[in-house]
């Protein structure tokens, strides 16, 4: 069985799948900054 964008025009084969030819494959990290966690309070302390 194919897969969907197999050969199709404009899509690009990546480890990820099958991306259109205008998306990057890229790392997470090399897109953000770290998101760290914050103080915060307990559900229902509002």
């Excluded at 997470?28 to 559900?43: R, V, W």
């Amino acid at each position: 069985m194919k897969e969907r964008n197999e050969n199709r025009p404009g899509y690009k084969e990546t480890k990820g799948g099958w991306i259109p030819n205008k998306w990057d494959n890229s790392k997470l990290g090399t897109l953000c900054e770290k998101i760290t966690d914050s103080t915060h309070k307990e559900k229902g302390s509002v």
